[in-house]
């Protein structure tokens, strides 16, 4: 298919919130797509009716377009059944799909016995034995099948766009149950069939599917497809080294715990980009950036940990490169929005962006001046000079109070500090005495809250 189109997706199950981990199978579909002129396709995978709801499907597209990645194309597999029930016919007439009636105890006690045997767990095809009599009469017993799909015993090979030359020996695999015995679809058949119908060209996926692909390719070969590409990825695991899942880790690395905690999407685009390659990673405010320079192959087979630390730098460096248009509307909606000169002082210091409204408040006050030396602080209040006030003022202010008191070095700045902020570290001074303004400067060293 090298001449088709791209087209990749993304398709998570809405049977709890995305983490990071998802966040990441997204984002490298998405810039595959992006930096190919492609099309970035949102499957939801609903055909598990037990567990997926509308509130996680709704949280999913949420999610997405907090990170700006906006699909494409979309589809619910719940709304193609009849293109699944199409499927397996096909299959039961070629031969390749084939009921099975044994029960999951059934099941279980056969692979105990392999195990103790040294014998591989893998199915013994016991019901291609069955004959035409005996299946029906476990149907008179009321027994359900499921239904297997028939695999060839043979290597199946493909070129993975990270793994490199990739076997799958059929012959190791018990064959896959494509369809349960209430005759509900397991992940499989729906996902080869809208991949088909879809014209997915490449199929970018974590390496814990590596043998499922060798399974599905039969698949997609018995329906007369021709299988996409394949990339499978390294795993990302949280900060212990254990796999991330929606069940234990969506209250701590969850997109909605992360996005509530105040982290900016580019950063944790960011991140995820370049995690498990060689390149550094830099913060970057830009999804076309990042596609520019994403390239698939530099992506390592290792597994990787997502540190939370990390985000925690990279969000920093996103804010220290935001220009004051950017933040201007979400200065307003924290009612902190004091210019150009504010932002442009306050920003190498946040971590946060909402921590722009704590500085707001220094600057306009009220704040309860920290002074343990009255009489340096009436020196340093004597000192100041006139308005107008700018970056120099500091400099000059300072030197003036120097000369005053014979303070240097942090007995010069720290009380200054202290006296106008109420805080040991921030911002420049240099940038934030003029938006303190001279009224309010000499008030609070004055010892009054202002």
Not at 24 to 50: C, P, Q, S, V, Y
Not at 68 to 80: G, V, Y
Not at 236 to 258: E, I, M
Not at 359 to 371: C, D, H, L, N, S
Request: glycine share 6%.
């Amino acid at each position: 298919m090298s001449g088709s189109p791209v087209i990749v997706r993304f398709a998570p199950s809405p049977t709890g919130e995305l983490h990071v981990g998802n966040a990441r199978a997204a984002l490298l579909n998405f810039l595959f797509g992006r930096k190919n002129a492609g099309k970035f396709m949102l499957r939801m995978d609903d055909t598990d009716d037990e567990r997926s709801t509308a509130e996680y499907a709704a949280g999913i597209e949420a999610d997405l377009a907090w990170l700006c990645l906006r699909h494409d194309i979309f589809a619910r597999q719940s709304d193609r059944l009849a293109a699944y029930e199409a499927a397996a016919e096909k299959l039961k007439a070629a031969g390749r799909l084939y009921p099975a009636y044994e029960s999951a105890a059934e099941l279980d006690r056969r692979r105990k016995r392999q195990l103790a045997r040294g014998l591989p767990p893998v199915y013994d095809r016991a019901a291609l034995k069955l004959t035409a009599d005996e299946r029906a009469a476990l149907d008179a017993e009321g027994r359900k099948p499921h239904w297997r799909f028939k695999l060839d015993h043979e290597h199946t090979n493909f070129e993975d766009l990270i793994q490199g030359h990739v076997e799958v020996d059929g012959a190791s695999l018990s064959d896959p149950v494509l369809i349960r015995e209430d005759g509900r679809f397991l992940y499989t058949l729906p996902s080869i069939v809208d991949d088909i119908d879809f014209a997915i060209t490449h199929v970018i996926r974590g390496a814990d599917h590596i043998t499922n692909t060798g399974v599905q390719i039969q698949i997609i070969r018995a329906l007369g497809a021709v299988p996409p590409v394949f990339a499978h990825y390294s795993l990302l695991n949280g900060p212990d080294g254990k796999p991330l899942s929606k069940r234990n880790d969506a209250a701590q690395y969850s997109l909605r715990a992360l996005r509530e905690a105040g982290f900016e999407p580019m950063a944790l685009n960011s991140l995820l980009a370049r995690l498990g390659t060689p390149d550094a990673v830099e913060a970057s405010l830009s999804l076309d950036e990042l596609a520019a320079h994403f390239d698939i192959s530099r992506l390592g087979r290792a597994d990787i940990r997502f540190d939370p630390a990390d985000l925690a730098r990279i969000n920093a460096a996103c804010l220290h490169l935001m220009s004051y248009a950017d933040a201007k509307p979400r200065l307003a909606a924290l009612s902190c929005d004091l210019g150009e000169a504010f932002w442009e002082a306050v920003k190498p210091n946040l971590a946060l962006f909402a921590e722009a409204a704590d500085w707001a408040r220094v600057v306009e006050g009220p704040v309860a001046p920290v002074i343990d030396d009255m009489g340096f602080a009436s020196a340093a209040a004597a000192a100041l000079p006139p308005e107008p006030w700018g970056p120099e003022t500091w400099g000059l202010w300072t030197d003036a109070v120097k000369a005053a008191t014979g303070a240097k070095g942090k007995a010069l700045f720290m009380p200054l500090r202290l006296a106008l902020t109420a805080l040991p570290h921030g911002p420049e001074l240099k940038n934030l005495l003029p938006l303190i303004g001279r009224k309010r400067a000499e008030a609070r060293l004055s010892g009054l809250t202002a």
